[in-house]
């Protein structure tokens, strides 16, 4: 099985998909060069079929991207697999991703076909698919929720006509780690011809566990793709965190022992970016890309990380593309990380003692106002 875990970017059409999220194709252009610096591997740039808007989105990224793969979403009909491969016409290297519901609430309750019929359409969606995109990745939606016994069936055939990557969504973010990895593993052993596509992830966050999902698909389930968005962004909760699946597998690098192509120092401004575009505020204790993800407020704290940054901090700030980590002053704050500041801002200090006494004024200040901005210490 191989080492490297491909980072197959959907901020561009499951992210789009949080109501107001919806962006404009200029909007989606400059999310997408982005990412292409971030270096994912796939970025999933809409969903052709969906509306005019949305094609042309397609074709202008697929136009301009060349260092990633980009691919359209499509249901698995001929005419929304047309309108995908025709979008990616101008791709250097291009994806259909094709899909249909699986489970037996989806199938009889939304798309009102038998299994037999869902299977017949799967099979002739991903061949048609493969008939104008040598990439073809299929989808079988709700598939977490669905009979593995027809499962089997359903994706035993879709290899067989010719489908490259084959994606487990857990449409409805109901999995548990344990459970959705050894889900997947059980489909790779129980199909003969599993070896012949990379498997895949795709998890939703309603119940938290989008990553930790999505890496048990990895780690148990033996999946080698990983489908996330920019910030989690996504419907309802959302999806698995981008940020947060490629610093935990770089971090822990020791325990997941796979590679990746993504230039981690492009994660903040791609977050950054995606904020502003769509208005979705980063919650500040986020994991990688909040404010204070990097920040010390507790003096024990601020005084480890000033002696020996890996004291209090596993990454580098800087590493995932903050300029550097942040010492936040306020009342639990030390004298170490005051000094520190002081030295930061220019503010010369003739003695000790004059320190001692700044730092006492400081501290009156810092029981009557939660933050101190830089602007308060040159005040003092
Ligand atoms: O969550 C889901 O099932 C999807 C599919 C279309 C892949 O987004
Ligand atoms: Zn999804």
């Given at each position: 099985?191989?080492?490297?875990?491909?980072?197959?970017?959907?901020?561009?059409?499951?992210?789009?998909?949080?109501?107001?999220?919806?962006?404009?194709?200029?909007?989606?252009?400059?999310?997408?060069?982005?990412?292409?610096?971030?270096?994912v591997d796939v970025i999933e740039a809409g969903f052709a079929a969906s509306s005019n808007g949305d094609f042309e989105c397609v074709r202008t990224i697929a136009a301009h991207i060349k260092d990633s793969t980009v691919c359209?979403?499509?249901?698995?009909n001929d005419r929304d697999i047309a309108r995908a491969a025709e979008a990616l016409k101008p791709a250097a290297n291009a994806r259909i991703h094709t899909f249909i519901a699986t489970s037996e609430l989806h199938m009889q309750k939304k798309l009102r076909m038998t299994a037999d019929e869902v299977f017949e359409q799967a099979k002739l969606s991903v061949r048609f698919a493969r008939n104008l995109c040598a990439d073809v990745e299929f989808s079988p939606e709700d598939g977490y929720r669905s009979d593995p016994d027809f499962l089997c069936r359903v994706l035993e055939a879709a290899i067989e006509e010719g489908a490259t990557t084959l994606n487990i969504p857990d449409t409805v973010g109901y999995a548990v780690p344990e459970l959705y990895g050894a889900f997947i593993?059980?489909?790779?052993?129980?199909?003969p011809n599993s070896d012949k596509a990379v498997w895949s992830v795709h998890c939703h966050n309603d119940l938290g566990m989008a990553v930790a999902n999505s890496l048990a698909g990895v780690m148990i389930g033996g999946?080698?793709?990983?489908e996330c968005?920019?910030?989690?962004?996504?419907?309802?909760?959302?999806?698995?965190?981008?940020?947060?699946?490629?610093?935990?597998?770089?971090?822990?690098?020791?325990y997941f022992g796979l590679d990746l192509?993504?230039?981690?120092?492009?994660?903040?401004?791609?977050?950054?970016?995606?904020?502003?575009?769509?208005?979705?505020?980063?919650?500040?204790?986020?994991?990688?890309?909040?404010?204070?993800?990097?920040?010390?407020?507790?003096?024990?704290?601020?005084?480890?990380?000033?002696?020996?940054?890996?004291?209090?901090?596993?990454?580098r700030a800087e590493d995932v593309g903050w300029?550097?980590?942040?010492?936040?002053?306020?009342?639990?704050?030390?004298?170490?990380?005051?000094?520190?500041?002081?030295?930061?801002?220019?503010?010369?200090?003739?003695?000790?003692?004059?320190?001692?006494?700044?730092?006492?004024?400081?501290?009156?200040?810092?029981?009557?106002?939660?933050?101190?901005?830089?602007?308060?210490?040159i005040a003092l």
């Amino acid at each position: 099985m191989s080492d490297q875990l491909i980072i197959f970017d959907t901020t561009l059409r499951d992210g789009e998909q949080s109501p107001g999220a919806s962006m404009t194709k200029d909007e989606k252009l400059r999310i997408a060069r982005q990412l292409e610096r971030l270096r994912v591997d796939v970025i999933e740039a809409g969903f052709a079929a969906s509306s005019n808007g949305d094609f042309e989105c397609v074709r202008t990224i697929a136009a301009h991207i060349k260092d990633s793969t980009v691919c359209s979403l499509a249901r698995a009909n001929d005419r929304d697999i047309a309108r995908a491969a025709e979008a990616l016409k101008p791709a250097a290297n291009a994806r259909i991703h094709t899909f249909i519901a699986t489970s037996e609430l989806h199938m009889q309750k939304k798309l009102r076909m038998t299994a037999d019929e869902v299977f017949e359409q799967a099979k002739l969606s991903v061949r048609f698919a493969r008939n104008l995109c040598a990439d073809v990745e299929f989808s079988p939606e709700d598939g977490y929720r669905s009979d593995p016994d027809f499962l089997c069936r359903v994706l035993e055939a879709a290899i067989e006509e010719g489908a490259t990557t084959l994606n487990i969504p857990d449409t409805v973010g109901y999995a548990v780690p344990e459970l959705y990895g050894a889900f997947i593993r059980n489909l790779r052993e129980r199909i003969p011809n599993s070896d012949k596509a990379v498997w895949s992830v795709h998890c939703h966050n309603d119940l938290g566990m989008a990553v930790a999902n999505s890496l048990a698909g990895v780690m148990i389930g033996g999946a080698r793709q990983v489908e996330c968005t920019i910030n989690g962004l996504g419907e309802r909760a959302g999806n698995c965190s981008l940020e947060e699946v490629v610093m935990a597998v770089k971090t822990r690098r020791d325990y997941f022992g796979l590679d990746l192509r993504v230039d981690a120092s492009q994660i903040v401004p791609a977050s950054r970016l995606v904020a502003q575009t769509t208005g979705f505020v980063v919650q500040p204790n986020k994991a990688v890309v909040g404010a204070n993800a990097f920040a010390h407020a507790s003096g024990i704290h601020q005084d480890g990380v000033l002696k020996a940054r890996d004291t209090y901090e596993i990454m580098r700030a800087e590493d995932v593309g903050w300029s550097a980590n942040k010492i936040v002053l306020g009342k639990l704050s030390g004298r170490n990380a005051f000094k520190q500041r002081l030295q930061e801002l220019g503010i010369e200090t003739d003695s000790e003692a004059d320190i001692n006494a700044a730092f006492t004024r400081f501290k009156d200040l810092a029981d009557r106002k939660s933050d101190i901005f830089d602007e308060d210490i040159i005040a003092l």
